[in-house]
């Protein structure tokens, strides 16, 4: 059972930091336009800041999503729907894992991937 998980883990964790599709600005534009900005800044600040900073700089307890790794090219929207389904062991930060988060519909996940990507944008890290 034991080498059951961590092997899931492990396929996990290679599947979130496989490569994805280069963060182009079609890409974004659509994860923006896909979602609900003002409604995913709400669920952000609802279930994501505690951890990932309202201003998403990170805390003590999550790093922050206006940083290069969090970039479309890196964690794109298939890393973060993974997240929030299944948490994440720790592999670029010095974090505890992130558990899953639940009660989040995926029209809630689009909305918060857009807000973070809009944020992304005008902190001048996306084109």
């Not at 307890?61 to 479309?72: K, S, T």
């Not at 670029?92 to 894992?97: D, E, L, N, T, V």
């Amino acid at each position: 059972m034991r080498l059951l998980l961590i092997t899931t883990t492990l396929v996990l964790l290679l599947t979130a930091c496989a490569s994805e599709p280069s963060g182009t600005p079609e890409t974004v534009a659509d994860d923006v336009a896909a979602g609900d900005v003002a409604a995913g800044e709400t669920l952000y600040q609802a279930n994501c800041a505690q951890c990932h900073g309202a201003d998403l700089q990170g805390t003590d307890q999550g790093p922050p999503h206006l940083d290069a790794v969090y970039l479309p090219n890196h964690h794109g929207e298939f890393s973060f729907r993974a997240a929030v389904q299944n948490g994440v062991q720790p592999h670029h930060w010095q974090f505890g894992p992130m558990p899953p988060i639940d009660g989040l519909s995926e029209q809630d996940v689009t909305d918060i991937i857009a807000f973070v990507r809009a944020e992304q944008q005008l902190a001048g890290l996306l084109e």
